[in-house]
């Protein structure tokens, strides 16, 4: 066993840090953690001393995608480069997501099984993966994607990633059958435009029919997966809300229909913002994206503020892939930037985002019987949020038990209690 002493505990449900904290760790799972005074733990334990710094759960993104590189339709095609270095690239974006404290990612469209489990076979490092492989859409939508010629995609980079377009509710329920076959731990979908579509096609276009996202959900929740939906604003937004997706990602136009935040509140469905997307394209990409971004950056605060009265349950979400990796702790310093009190804006990427992922049980929190999913920090991001992004002041991230950055100075020697 292996105890850290001496610690400030952040343990990811929202309350005050606990000063001289103590935190007990059996192999990949925790033990214990709370205040010192009420741990004990055998002898031969490994006492590590982290006098100074802060313990607190893994981070969650509940927004990713991890396999894409660009916006750019050939590489979107996988016409760029060998495929074999495409999925370097990809296992590398794995590392360095774990290394930037992310244990845990929830896949938003790109990433087939096979990531995942060379994760869990230890044949790379990376977060621990909830996957949707592809994202449903109909003909014309968010998952169809031809070029600018009319011409689509001439053949599948991966047979394991089926192109998501399905139209009419037997459509749908076959597509959603085959997400499940292919590895999807949860099925994403979208009912709206978004600020990367094809030009003509925005944010406030509706996409899919009321029996086409009946059908997908009943169809989801029959093989035991729940839903994430794409939807920016307009009717498209209220449909999905009203059909019971279980989270709504961007969601930036919330704040024009407050009877959809009490709607999501009372049905517990979870928000996740990801300003991060949206603050790159109102920056650096084409012109009708920066237009759209630009647009719905004022409103989407109004949103996230509306949202957090109503108790709507914000979840942490970037939606990188597109423009960066690794720096996915941008996320949770915007959210203190647009209003968020510092221990909210954890809360949105370990333990509420723990429930978003579907994973409450085994991570999230720092308790009892939960995986020791970690980092240890130098410095308490409840008072200084920024610590979260600065790799210098993280010093160890731990998955399950296993420590993939220490920096942590040794120091033992201190009073042992034995049980
Ligand atoms: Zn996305």
Excluded at 55 to 70: E, T
Aim: charged residues 20%; aromatic residues 4%.
């Amino acid at each position: 066993m292996k105890v850290f002493i001496n610690a400030s505990l952040i343990d990811g449900n929202g309350g005050p840090v606990i000063n001289d904290a103590a935190v007990l760790i059996d192999g990949e799972r925790i033990v214990s953690a709370g205040p010192r005074a009420a741990a004990t733990w055998p002898e031969g334990t490994e006492v590590v001393d982290v006098t100074g710094l802060t313990i607190m759960p893994g981070l969650i993104d509940c927004h990713d995608h991890l396999a894409s590189k660009n916006y750019d339709m050939a590489s979107r095609w996988g016409l760029t480069e060998p495929t074999s270095l495409g999925y370097l690239r990809t296992a590398k974006v794995l590392e360095e997501t774990l290394l930037a404290g992310y244990t845990c990612v929830r896949d938003a469209g790109g990433l087939d099984i096979g990531f995942k489990e060379a994760i869990e076979e230890g044949l790379i490092p990376g977060p621990r993966l909830v996957l949707t492989v592809g994202i449903l859409s109909p003909t014309g939508g968010l998952a169809d994607r031809p070029s600018p010629s009319g011409h689509h995609n001439p053949f599948h980079v991966d047979a394991r990633i089926p192109v998501g377009v399905a139209d009419g509710p037997d459509g749908v329920r076959a597509k959603v059958r085959e997400m499940a076959r292919v590895g999807a731990d949860q099925i994403k979908f979208a009912t709206t435009g978004g600020a990367s579509s094809r030009p003509g096609h925005g944010t406030m276009d509706i996409e899919f029919g009321k029996d086409e996202v009946k059908a997908l959900i009943e169809e989801s929740t029959a093989l035991g997966r729940t839903t994430m939906c794409h939807a920016v604003g307009g009717p498209g937004l209220r449909m999905a809300i009203e059909a019971g997706a279980g989270s709504i990602e961007h969601g930036c136009y919330l704040a024009d229909d407050p009877d959809l935040l009490k709607m999501m509140a009372d049905q517990g469905t979870f928000f996740v913002p990801t300003f991060e997307v949206y603050e790159f394209h109102s920056t650096v990409s084409a012109p009708h994206m920066i237009a759209r971004a630009q647009a719905l950056m004022d409103v989407h605060q109004e949103s996230l503020h509306k949202a957090a009265e109503a108790g709507v349950r914000i979840i942490a979400g970037t939606d990188a892939g597109g423009f960066v990796h690794g720096d996915n702790a941008k996320e949770v310093e915007i959210l203190v930037n647009r209003g968020m009190t510092p221990m909210q804006a954890i809360q949105a990427a370990t333990g509420l985002a723990a429930q978003c992922a579907g994973l409450q049980k085994d991570i999230g929190t720092l308790e009892p019987g939960k995986f020791a999913d970690l980092l240890i920090l130098d410095g308490d991001p409840s008072k200084d949020i920024t610590i979260l992004r600065n790799r210098d002041k993280i010093k160890m991230v731990m998955k399950g038990g296993e420590a993939f950055v220490n920096t942590v100075p040794v120091a033992t020697g201190s009073p042992q209690p034995v049980s």
